[in-house]
């Protein structure tokens, strides 16, 4: 199978186009320039055959590959999501490539201060002799995910344009909102009508993941009393300080983001807010196993009590609500998704690795809402950051992936 790849091309044209995501706005997209890089893949996937390719009024992309076999093949869905973090500046990116990397670290030329660093990024050590794209500095780059969105749509092209390789039907969804945690609120799975999906949001090249963490999120607000201050003694019970006891409270050296990896969970204090009288204090918990996250819920909960017995007059609230669970809990029931993913990365020539994501994408959702979904490597790194890059022979790779997954589904029907 020889490949003419377009996907660096499409990538470049993508990430110049600001879709940041709000996390404050209450629309579907979150912000109206989303729809801006929809509208041009919609353009682009006509232009390439996939006649039914639309924007719906909540900036989703829906296309089809129509199947050219005869067996009964499951449909399959490759999805990636159109926003970038609102964490960094996604507006007036300038993308670099640093052609056939040598090693080292890459200082980026919009802002020397940002520096690309060996130390922190070892995935570098296997790309010597690639192709590294990068930002100018001034902002992220956008590989998070339109790295994924440029790699299904070049494996759209190949196979639109190769009637002998054989497929079932192709189902092809791109999403707003994702780094918000909206990504498939307003999905029409009905429209879609896959069987199977898989996002294409991953890291390292040849890595696939069937596992996400759980998470719930928790919000506690602190009623204390309020006094005048210059009469204060004995009376007043100060609602931030009560907050501020609670998060010295929390573990120092373990239970937090920065003191776990691998398949440690965490409580985490993302929020806090308030005046004499009222704090909200906001959290995020996560663990790969719900029995982790009732611990961690457990735990903040004895914090709380302990903390708030020293304020009798004081009350609080503690509501936690869940908010996505492991991916794993459905994948597992249908192995199929994964062998065929593993066979699919060997025959792009690499090495598959199955893992566990620190985080979710839009398949943790889309598989408990009846469509499971693993998550497959798109090759970004370094993502919400400054410092975000891809390589273009991994995007490839990627592009590879796709392409032959599609036909691994034909041939085992």
Not at 41 to 48: G, K, N, S
Not at 105 to 111: M, S
Not at 314 to 326: D, E, K, M
Request: glycine letters at 8%; aromatic letters at 6%.
């Amino acid at each position: 199978m020889t490949f003419k790849h377009t996907v660096t091309e499409r990538f470049l044209r993508y990430v110049v186009i600001d879709t940041q995501s709000d996390p404050i706005s209450l629309t579907c997209p979150s912000t109206e320039k989303q729809k801006n890089l929809g509208r041009l893949l919609v353009q682009e996937l006509r232009e390439i055959g996939a006649a039914d390719a639309h924007l719906d009024q909540c900036g989703y992309v829906y296309a089809t590959i129509p199947a050219n076999s005869f067996k009964q093949v499951p449909v399959i869905c490759f999805c990636s999501h159109m926003d970038t973090s609102p964490d960094c500046s996604g507006a007036n990116v300038r993308p670099q490539i640093v052609r056939n990397y040598r090693g080292g670290d890459i200082r980026l030329c919009g802002d020397p201060s940002q520096v690309i660093r060996l130390a922190d990024n070892p995935a570098l050590v296997g790309q010597i002799g690639h192709d590294i794209v990068t930002s100018d500095g001034t902002t992220l780059l956008g590989a998070d995910n339109k790295a994924g969105v440029a790699e299904i749509m070049d494996a759209a092209q190949v196979l639109l344009a190769n009637p002998q390789i054989k497929h079932g039907t192709i189902k092809i969804l791109f999403t707003p909102d994702e780094e918000i945690g909206r990504g498939v609120d307003k999905v029409d799975l009905k429209k879609l009508g896959a069987t199977f999906a898989y996002t294409i949001d991953g890291e390292t090249a040849g890595h696939i993941e069937d596992e996400t963490f759980s998470a719930d999120g928790a919000v506690l607000t602190i009623e204390g009393v309020s006094a005048h201050p210059g009469f204060a003694k004995g009376k007043m019970e100060h609602a931030i300080k009560i907050a501020s006891r609670i998060v010295d409270r929390l573990p120092k050296d373990t239970c937090s983001p920065e003191t776990t990896d691998g398949r440690e969970g965490f409580l985490h204090p993302t929020g806090i807010s308030g005046t004499l009288e009222r704090a909200t204090l906001s959290f995020i918990v996560r663990d790969f196993t719900d029995a982790g996250l009732k611990e961690k819920a457990a735990l903040l909960e004895k914090i709380v009590r302990e903390v708030m017995a020293d304020f009798p007059h004081s009350t609080y609230r503690l509501n936690i609500q869940p908010q996505y669970r492991n991916m794993k809990q459905i994948v597992d029931h249908h192995p199929a998704i994964i062998d065929n993913a593993m066979e699919a990365i060997r025959r792009a020539g690499l090495e598959p690795v199955k893992g566990s994501i620190r985080g979710s994408t839009d398949g943790s959702r889309l598989s408990f809402m009846g469509l499971p979904c693993p998550n497959i490597f798109a090759g970004e790194h370094a993502f919400h950051s400054r410092t975000e890059w891809v390589s273009v022979q991994d995007m490839e790779a990627a592009v590879r992936t796709i392409v032959h997954l599609a036909a691994i589904w034909e041939e085992r029907a």
